[in-house]
């Protein structure tokens, strides 16, 4: 992906590779699974790119991508719906009438879809067009949050509304498992690189206060135990949210949130470990920077290691991490990273 973008930075027209890219979206030619990949890179590049597309090609691309989002009862799989419509919501940036970003903010809320209407109200935040004023925007999409993440986060124990809720494989199709997985896939896909969003501005601040606002992992540590699947979600959410340091420390919002995180991991993590060490690993790779940014952040200048208890140890008590974590957990960090699968 990353390698697609440099591409498309060099290119002089994008119209072709965007028209593809969509079209591919219509069709059957392609799973599921590729539809994701597909849909995330025409997002990205419409992000990146998207003064360069003609009025003829965006407003092609627009229907495509509304038609889409129109058929939310479909057979589409949920990492395509959230894709699609940070897609849209980055192309209405470049509308002629920037007031269509504020229609376009509520149009799919009689869907009454997750995976469709956060990361939709989320990308229009996010556009990097601000010649309207957001304000009420923002308010909106932070109460709908604390709202939707009270009600339905995808933790059993604690959700106010535990209404059926989809697991990785609903019918063949992939389908988000609540609002948490919701909003973990679009702020990894969509608020991890920079282009898209720096870690301390204030939608990130907003973001993370709306999930401490919602009080779900404060809530989830006062459980006397957890089930297997909670404490999957648990260290799913926190393995692919960015979690970035700007200037050597964490947003106050940020450091509450994986604070809290790293408390529920510390209590339940012995209850658990045996079937989800991997989780557990992958939670603490990325909440101690030692994942390259998720993955995305190699270049010429990166050297690979492999992680060591050296590194590991160094990590745990990198400056941006104090407060955050207690000395207790630094420890059992180290015995979860190294212990044998």
């Given at each position: 992906?990353?390698?697609?973008?440099?591409?498309?930075?060099?290119?002089?027209?994008?119209?072709?590779?965007?028209?593809?890219?969509?079209?591919?979206?219509?069709?059957?030619?392609?799973?599921?699974?590729?539809?994701?990949?597909?849909?995330?890179?025409?997002?990205?590049?419409?992000?990146?790119?998207?003064?360069?597309?003609?009025?003829?090609?965006?407003?092609?691309?627009?229907?495509?991508?509304?038609?889409?989002?129109?058929?939310?009862?479909?057979?589409?799989?949920?990492?395509?719906?959230?894709?699609?419509?940070?897609?849209?919501?980055?192309?209405?940036?470049?509308?002629?009438?920037?007031?269509?970003?504020?229609?376009?903010?509520?149009?799919?809320?009689?869907?009454?879809?997750?995976?469709?209407?956060?990361?939709?109200?989320?990308?229009?935040?996010?556009?990097?067009?601000?010649?309207?004023?957001?304000?009420?925007?923002?308010?909106?999409?932070q109460s709908l949050l604390v709202?939707?993440?009270?009600?339905?986060?995808?933790?059993?124990?604690?959700?106010?509304?535990?209404?059926?809720?989809?697991?990785?494989?609903?019918?063949?199709?992939?389908?988000?498992?609540?609002?948490?997985?919701?909003?973990?896939?679009?702020?990894?896909?969509?608020?991890?690189?920079?282009?898209?969003?720096?870690?301390?501005?204030?939608?990130?601040?907003?973001?993370?206060?709306?999930?401490n606002q919602s009080m779900i992992?404060?809530?989830?540590?006062?459980?006397?135990?957890?089930?297997?699947?909670?404490?999957?979600?648990?260290?799913?959410?926190?393995?692919?949210?960015?979690?970035?340091?700007?200037?050597?420390?964490?947003?106050?919002?940020?450091?509450?949130?994986?604070?809290?995180?790293?408390?529920?991991?510390?209590?339940?993590?012995?209850?658990?470990?045996?079937?989800?060490?991997?989780?557990?690993?992958?939670?603490?790779?990325?909440?101690?920077?030692?994942?390259?940014?998720?993955?995305?952040?190699?270049?010429?200048?990166?050297?690979?290691?492999?992680?060591?208890?050296?590194?590991?140890?160094?990590?745990?008590?990198?400056?941006?991490?104090?407060?955050?974590?207690?000395?207790?957990?630094?420890?059992?960090?180290?015995?979860?990273?190294?212990?044998?699968?």
């Amino acid at each position: 992906m990353e390698n697609l973008l440099l591409l498309v930075a060099q290119l002089p027209r994008i119209d072709p590779i965007v028209k593809d890219l969509a079209s591919l979206l219509e069709g059957q030619k392609i799973d599921g699974d590729q539809k994701a990949t597909v849909s995330e890179c025409l997002a990205l590049i419409i992000r990146f790119k998207g003064k360069a597309i003609s009025s003829a090609i965006s407003a092609t691309v627009y229907k495509t991508l509304t038609d889409i989002l129109n058929e939310s009862h479909s057979s589409t799989n949920d990492r395509v719906f959230c894709n699609c419509a940070t897609a849209l919501a980055f192309l209405s940036a470049y509308a002629s009438d920037a007031s269509q970003m504020q229609a376009l903010f509520s149009h799919f809320d009689d869907n009454n879809y997750d995976a469709i209407i956060l990361p939709l109200k989320f990308a229009i935040l996010t556009n990097g067009n601000d010649s309207i004023n957001k304000a009420n925007l923002v308010a909106n999409f932070q109460s709908l949050l604390v709202d939707r993440l009270t009600d339905s986060a995808g933790f059993e124990e604690i959700d106010d509304d535990p209404s059926p809720i989809g697991g990785e494989e609903e019918d063949d199709v992939f389908r988000f498992k609540g609002v948490a997985e919701t909003l973990a896939f679009m702020l990894d896909k969509f608020a991890r690189r920079s282009m898209c969003q720096e870690a301390d501005t204030n939608y990130m601040r907003m973001v993370y206060g709306a999930v401490n606002q919602s009080m779900i992992f404060k809530k989830l540590k006062q459980e006397d135990s957890i089930s297997q699947s909670s404490f999957k979600l648990l260290c799913h959410f926190a393995a692919i949210i960015p979690i970035k340091p700007k200037n050597g420390s964490l947003t106050a919002e940020c450091a509450e949130t994986v604070k809290d995180i790293l408390e529920c991991i510390q209590k339940f993590y012995l209850d658990h470990l045996g079937a989800s060490l991997q989780d557990a690993q992958d939670a603490l790779t990325n909440i101690l920077q030692l994942n390259y940014d998720n993955y995305i952040g190699f270049g010429d200048k990166v050297q690979i290691e492999a992680i060591s208890k050296p590194i590991a140890k160094a990590a745990l008590d990198a400056a941006f991490l104090q407060g955050v974590i207690s000395d207790d957990m630094k420890l059992y960090s180290v015995d979860i990273l190294f212990k044998k699968k």
